[in-house]
């Protein structure tokens, strides 16, 4: 499963995460649409503290839909402009690379 992006069925822009109007032409109706794929624009780790503690990438991802997305990077041999998938898992978005 992957994540969704929100077009408007006015303008089509469309945006992630979900908004009540269009930045654009602030119509209010949206239809979601599913996002497979994007490129990643931007890596950063981050530490996580607590009864998990542990170290994640997030990494930054411009859809192919349009909008940029925050996705969890679980294999380290991802790297910036590399294409990934989206994926849903445990409530999360997931970018996981794609092999050719
Ligand atoms: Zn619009």
């Known amino acids: 499963m992957c994540p969704s992006v929100f077009r408007c069925v006015r303008c089509d822009h469309r945006v992630f995460p979900a908004r009540f109007l269009c930045p654009q032409c602030h119509g209010d109706g949206f239809e979601a649409e599913d996002c497979p794929s994007g490129v990643v624009t931007e890596l950063t780790r981050s530490v996580v503290a607590g009864s998990e503690a542990g170290m994640y ?26 294409t990934v998938a989206l994926v849903l898992r445990d409530g999360g978005i997931y970018a996981d690379p794609v092999h050719e």
């Open 57 to 82: 990438m997030l990494a930054t991802v411009l859809s192919d839909a349009g909008p940029v997305l925050i996705a969890r990077v679980l294999d380290e041999a991802v790297q910036r402009g590399d």
